[in-house]
């Protein structure tokens, strides 16, 4: 049973959930056959007790308990009836799953209660139900969804209003609804626009950007200029598409004079395309955005931006660790680290914890304690592989008193993992190949190995378009002058 279809999508709920699943299946509302319940308290059975899958032999019995098997295979008819089991019980929890989404979002299930009333001919009932949800609360923080909220409201009342035959003119609210939906779809073409863009730049993706480029024109409107949504998005696009600094600083105006009108998560994802600029920029050399990173994230840390759902993304995480550090931040860090650990999500908390310590005594020349915390970190995802491995590289060329070929092996085998690694943008790529072949090189310099020169090696670094830590290799440098 372990890959089934069944089996493999009820691994993704936790106890809690499979209780209320339960209730869900029992309910002879949404489901009438017996052996679906036994199938399905059979394997939440195995889930909660965290054993390893039962066998189809097993499963078959615990199924359909008024059937008996003379052998342990079964046959291709008894296999057929576990399989029409398992794909009930599949759709069962496809159907809880959408209703579990629908439950979450207020607004579309008072539209669909709203359609109901129309459809089933009620309007007294749309009118009484209707005067207690609108007008929307038009305090709160703004995102894209609460303008299609609206225009579901709007959409509603207008199909109400066209059904009374009376009073038309005076309640007409088409121009609302239309508003509205055009708000809605300006904002989410011009959020896919930052995505496409993002894409293209970091993979080399090809896009078609008409759609995009309409929007754009669309925002100039008298109607949607002023919009604050509008605005930072259409600013959002541009530092994507121009890359000028005048869009970036444009961008941190617009979210600080309007971070109490819009949502959490379009603010985050804002800071967050910040950060990737700022870091564009230290790629291609430009080391005092290193600075103007740090504070973007001292910013999002101060606005309780960093949490995301209910912990801190690990990458994020990441990011800031390294960041402070390179910036000498340490206590900061320190601290951020140690509130920060029940934000971490508890299978990744012990190894970002010695992710984090790990860096603070690399950055601070503990080298020995920087590589007993490294370490100790697991291969979490790319991005925390990369960074461990990129910090214990200038742990060895810091350590080693004389020339170590296995060091420098470790450099090259490094260079042939960004490579052939089909994750890792082709921005990073580039920035990570030139900082290691850079590395290597100032690695035999130092130990006098081969004839390269320094200037030889400076020079070809200051050419790189882009660099990793360049401020780093640049300190080596100096160092070995």
């Not at 920060?340 to 992710?355: D, G, H, N, Q, T």
Request: charged share 25%; net charge positive; hydrophobic share 40%.
């Amino acid at each position: 049973m372990s890959e089934s279809k069944i089996y493999l999508l009820l691994l993704v709920f936790d106890k809690k959930e499979l209780r209320e699943l339960e209730k869900f299946v029992e309910s002879p509302f949404f489901n009438t056959d017996k052996s679906v319940i036994r199938l399905f308290k059979w394997l939440k059975k195995h889930l909660e007790n965290k054993k390893q899958a039962p066998t189809k032999h097993m499963t078959y019995i615990r199924t359909f308990t008024d059937k008996t098997l003379t052998t342990n295979a079964l046959t291709p008819a008894e296999a057929q009836a576990l399989n029409v089991v398992s794909s009930k019980l599949t759709q069962l929890v496809f159907n809880y799953l959408a209703w579990k989404k629908m439950e979450s979002n207020k607004a579309y299930k008072q539209h669909l209660l709203l359609q109901s009333f129309l459809d089933n001919n009620a309007p007294d009932l749309f009118r009484l139900h209707f005067t207690k949800i609108y007008p929307q609360n038009k305090t709160r923080q703004i995102s894209a969804e609460t303008y299609y909220n609206q225009y579901l409201l709007e959409y509603d009342f207008s199909r109400w209003n066209l059904q009374q035959k009376r009073n038309i003119q005076q309640k007409d609210n088409l121009q609302s609804v239309s508003d509205n939906f055009v708000l809605y779809y300006l904002i989410q073409q011009l959020e896919l626009g930052c995505e496409m863009l993002s894409f293209s730049r970091a993979y080399k993706t090809l896009y078609n950007y008409d759609a995009l480029t309409n929007a754009l024109e669309m925002t100039a409107l008298p109607q949607f200029r002023d919009q604050p949504l509008i605005k930072i998005y259409r600013t959002a696009v541009l530092i994507l598409k121009n890359e000028q600094t005048t869009h970036f600083e444009q961008l941190k105006n617009l979210l600080d004079s309007h971070e109490h009108e819009i949502a959490r998560r379009v603010l985050n994802d804002m800071y967050i395309l910040a950060t990737n600029f700022c870091t564009r920029r230290i790629i291609a050399g430009q080391t005092e955005y290193l600075e103007e990173l740090f504070q973007i994230y001292q910013l999002m840390s101060e606005k309780n931006l960093l949490v995301e759902g209910e912990y801190i993304p690990v990458d994020k995480m990441k990011n800031i660790i390294s960041v402070a550090c390179q910036l000498r931040h340490f206590d900061w860090i320190r601290q951020l680290i140690e509130d920060s650990k029940l934000l971490i999500a508890p299978r990744f908390r012990e190894s970002v914890y010695y992710f984090g310590i790990g860096t603070i005594h690399f950055y601070k020349g503990e080298l020995q304690e920087a590589i007993s915390h490294l370490i100790r970190v697991d291969d979490i995802d790319i991005n925390y592989h990369l960074s461990g491995r990129f910090v214990l590289m200038k742990a060895y060329y810091d350590l080693d008193e004389d020339f170590s070929e296995r060091t420098e092996q470790i450099f090259k085998s490094f260079i042939a993992y960004i490579k052939h690694n089909k994750v890792i943008s082709t921005v990073n790529k580039e920035g990570y190949t030139n900082f290691t072949k850079t590395l290597i090189s100032l690695y035999r310099i130092k130990h006098m190995v081969g004839k390269r020169s320094l200037e030889v090696v400076e020079n070809r670094l200051q050419n790189y378009s882009r660099v990793s830590d360049k401020k780093w290799l640049l300190e080596k440098i100096n160092a070995l002058k």
